[in-house]
């Protein structure tokens, strides 16, 4: 059974059981690009399957951010170079030289599906210089927008000669904004500018897939920075957000994403507690 479906010319996606996780396929003259290839071994060996099956080869990966739902890998995917900005493949260096590392990962996995996801080739990125400006590999230029607000090093690619923007944690018609709370002096300005950073390239999407939830065409790329931009200020303000994904009409992560908002509000009370100054 084929897993990936077309989205746009020479642009695949294949959606994961796993919070609706996206992994993208992008066809190049020789191979094609992988961007976060999934969770579940099963599902990346049917996805290498699906590839093979239309005689086509992984010729370069990239993870988005070094999140570990985008850092795994199989070994039926080959060997080809992974990528990341070098933000990214700092900290997942920095996470792999922990002897305990596995352990220190696998609080992160819902128990339930921690024995269908294969650690042992996660992370093994290369980490590209800042100042390159896109992808090294012979397909379409893959532009690396690099921002920060959901993770350090996080960036979406924008893929322009198909009209497709990948997002990674941003822009999900499913989950909320998600801040990085840790690693940054002002979380909430990091969300903004990176908001206002993909705002910059909208013009040239007629795709948008995010990492997490649907694809959405071109009139959908303004209306999720909108209301990815709200739900940020809100939270900063401290007001209840009017917000549709954590609303009583949730379709998804009922029972989880309420607890993701309070835990913001509460985190971010906190750090203006401390001395109004952020850090
Ligand atoms: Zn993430």
């Known amino acids: ?37 999934g969770v579940h071994g099963y599902e990346m060996a049917c996805l290498a399957n699906d590839l093979s099956d239309s005689g086509q080869t992984v010729v370069a990966g990239f993870s988005t951010h070094p999140h570990w739902d985008h850092l795994l890998w199989h070994a039926r995917l080959g060997a080809a170079p992974r990528y990341g900005t070098a933000r990214c493949a700092a900290i997942v260096r920095d996470l792999l030289s922990d002897a ?34 896109q992808i090294p590999w012979d397909g379409p ?39 990085d709370l840790n690693d940054t002096a002002d979380p909430i300005e990091d969300y903004l500018a990176a908001l206002r950073l993909l705002e910059g390239v909208a013009s040239d999407v007629d795709v948008l897939i995010p990492g997490h939830g649907s694809t959405g065409g071109a009139d959908q790329v303004h209306a999720r920075i909108d209301q990815d931009r709200a739900y940020v200020q809100a939270l900063r303000d401290a007001h209840v957000p009017i917000d549709p994904r954590v609303g009583p009409s949730a379709a998804y992560g009922k029972d989880w994403l309420p607890g ?12 203006s507690e401390r001395g109004g100054t952020p850090g």
Do not use: Y
Not at 2 to 13: F, H, K, N
């Open 1 to 37: 059974m084929a897993v990936l479906r077309q989205v746009a010319e020479g642009v695949l996606i294949h959606e994961s059981e796993f919070c609706q996780s996206n992994a993208v396929v992008v066809q190049g003259r020789a191979g094609v690009l992988l961007i976060d290839p």
């Open 100 to 133: 305990r590392w596995k352990d220190r990962i696998a609080q992160w996995i819902p128990p339930d599906i921690a024995d269908e996801v294969p650690l042992d080739l996660l992370g093994l990125i290369t980490g590209l210089p800042a100042e390159m400006a």
């Open 141 to 179: 230029q893959a532009r690396i927008i690099e921002h920060q607000g959901h993770a350090p090093g996080h960036a979406a690619l924008l893929i322009a000669e198909r009209g497709v923007l990948v997002a990674g944690d941003m822009l999900s018609d499913v989950l909320i904004p998600m801040l």
């Open 260 to 271: 993701v908002h309070e835990r913001q509000l509460q985190r971010l009370a906190q750090r």
